[in-house]
């Protein structure tokens, strides 16, 4: 009679051991936001702007050059006795000026995504490393990155961006809302 009760019992002890042992503690967090919260992202940020400021200032001379490309086409075209080889010349010029333009602008565009790749690629790892450590610390198997909307559904109690923040000694910034004042609402016309 023992026997029958516990052989059911073993086996349910079993399975909650085995069930138990292969749990895993799934955390999430906002990455991207931890990211931006960073002091070296600032930093990074202004390098980043004075960067694309260089590289905008040489798209204003393509632009400059070609303004007054046309200038002098017009001019030239307005002469009683226009040269044509002129009016000619200056047309392949600003041709030419404006397929520079292009290629420099799609050349910068691949300039500024490789800038932002290099600034942000040490506080990424920072930011990583304290992620690992966060997660082994309060025991978590994986950890999701949800700032990029693939997240279907995340329990709150496991969110390891304060943990986070925390551990890089981020504090975040007080909210800059103005209180409303409070007092009678405006009633509807009718």
Same mark, same amino acid.
């Given at each position: 009679?023992? =026997?029958?009760?516990?052989?059911?019992?073993?086996?349910?002890?079993?399975?909650?051991?085995?069930?138990?042992?292969?749990?895993?503690?799934?955390?999430?967090?906002?990455?991207?936001?931890? +990211?931006?919260?960073?002091?070296?992202?600032?930093?990074?940020?202004?390098?980043?702007?004075?960067?694309?400021?260089?590289?905008?200032?040489?798209?204003?001379?393509?632009?400059?050059?070609?303004?007054?490309?046309?200038?002098?086409?017009?001019?030239?075209?307005?002469?009683?006795?226009?040269?044509?080889?002129?009016?000619?010349?200056?047309?392949?010029?600003?041709?030419?000026? =404006?397929?520079?333009?292009?290629?420099?602008? =799609?050349?910068?565009?691949?300039?500024?995504?490789?800038?932002?790749?290099?600034?942000?690629?040490? +506080?990424?790892?920072?930011?990583?490393?304290?992620?690992?450590?966060?997660?082994?610390?309060?025991?978590?198997?994986?950890?999701?990155?949800?700032?990029?909307?693939?997240?279907?559904?995340?329990?709150? =109690?496991?969110?390891?961006?304060?943990?986070?923040?925390?551990?890089?000694? +981020?504090?975040?910034?007080?909210?800059?809302?103005?209180?409303?004042?409070?007092?009678?609402?405006?009633?509807?016309?009718?």
């Amino acid at each position: 009679m023992y =026997q029958s009760i516990i052989k059911p019992v073993l086996i349910a002890a079993t399975f909650l051991f085995i069930n138990q042992s292969f749990s895993q503690k799934i955390g999430h967090l906002n990455f991207q936001e931890i +990211i931006t919260a960073m002091p070296e992202y600032k930093v990074a940020s202004n390098e980043y702007e004075l960067y694309q400021a260089a590289l905008e200032d040489e798209l204003k001379n393509y632009q400059a050059e070609y303004v007054a490309t046309e200038k002098k086409l017009e001019v030239e075209s307005k002469k009683a006795q226009p040269s044509q080889i002129r009016l000619k010349s200056l047309q392949q010029q600003m041709m030419t000026i =404006q397929q520079d333009y292009q290629e420099y602008a =799609q050349s910068m565009e691949d300039s500024l995504k490789a800038k932002m790749a290099e600034l942000v690629a040490p +506080i990424k790892k920072k930011v990583e490393a304290a992620v690992g450590e966060v997660a082994k610390e309060l025991g978590y198997s994986h950890v999701i990155d949800n700032s990029y909307g693939t997240l279907l559904y995340a329990d709150e =109690q496991f969110n390891l961006d304060k943990a986070v923040k925390d551990k890089l000694n +981020i504090k975040d910034k007080p909210s800059s809302m103005v209180p409303k004042t409070v007092g009678p609402r405006p009633t509807p016309n009718r």
